[in-house]
T-cell receptor
Framework: GESVGLHLPTLSVQEGDNSIINCAYSNSASDYFIWYKQESGKGPQFIIDIRSNMDKRQGQRVTVLLNKTVKHLSLQIAATQPGDSAVYFCAENSRNGNKLVFGAGTILRVKS | NAGVTQTPKFQVLKTGQSMTLQCAQDMNHNSMYWYRQDPGMGLRLIYYSASEGTTDKGEVPNGYNVSRLNKREFSLRLESAAPSQTSVYFC??????????????FGPGTRLTVT
């Protein structure tokens, strides 16, 4: 879905299904990308990262895919669990100093 | 290690009041950051400090000041609070280089309401 005003895109999945969260980044010069997970009432936590010289990286139950041609990043979560319910942010490094630029986020809701 | 700690957790201010949000990290990181997060939006950088003794403006610095007190501590001050500053404020720290050169570690946040 597309973000409009104050509404974040929401992805609802059934427990046990795979989830795919998408992100479009803005700067073609960015060479490092991170996915963060933010649970309700907490600060963001690192999930997985990828450098621009890669197009895929796998972690435990998570995979990040990078398509530099269309400036698109995705996070795949295998066998989604209720504990995966959170807001997920992608972030890209800013070439201007040691900073990150964050996307607006996607809400993931897991139905039991 | 406590990681990144922030105080207070919650605060209610009246318009025009001032306050300082405190942040400390025990990971010996050089860089520290202050963000605000408004409903339905991502994190927006207010100020950052690349190293002890330096501070720089981020995307939304107006109405805020910062102090990098030492390597551990980075405070954010609102001199005259406005309702538009109602938000959740996050502090973060990072260490350049290493396996994850841009990874930032976040505190639990301060929920600020200005009436």
């Amino acid at each position: 879905g597309e973000s409009v005003g104050l509404h974040l895109p929401t992805l609802s999945v059934q427990e046990g299904d795979n989830s795919i969260i998408n992100c479009a980044y803005s700067n073609s010069a960015s060479d490092y990308f991170i996915w963060y997970k933010q649970e309700s009432g907490k600060g963001p936590q690192f999930i997985i990262d990828i450098r621009s010289n890669m197009d895929k990286r796998q972690g435990q139950r998570v995979t990040v895919l990078l398509n530099k041609t269309v400036k698109h990043l995705s996070l795949q979560i295998a066998a989604t669990q209720p504990g995966d319910s959170a807001v997920y942010f992608c972030a890209e490094n800013s070439r201007n100093g040691n900073k990150l630029v964050f996307g607006a986020g996607t809400i993931l809701r897991v139905k039991s | 290690n406590a990681g990144v700690t922030q105080t207070p957790k919650f605060q209610v201010l009246k318009t025009g009041q001032s306050m300082t949000l405190q942040c400390a990290q025990d990971m010996n990181h050089n860089s520290m950051y202050w963000y605000r997060q408004d409903p339905g939006m991502g994190l927006r950088l207010i100020y950052y400090s690349a190293s002890e003794g330096t501070t720089d403006k981020g995307e939304v610095p107006n109405g805020y000041n910062v102090s990098r007190l030492n390597k551990r501590e980075f405070s954010l001050r609102l001199e005259s609070a406005a309702p538009s500053q109602t938000s959740v404020y996050f502090c973060a720290s990072s260490e350049a280089g290493g396996i994850r050169p841009y990874e930032q570690y976040f505190g639990p946040g301060t929920r600020l309401t200005v009436t």
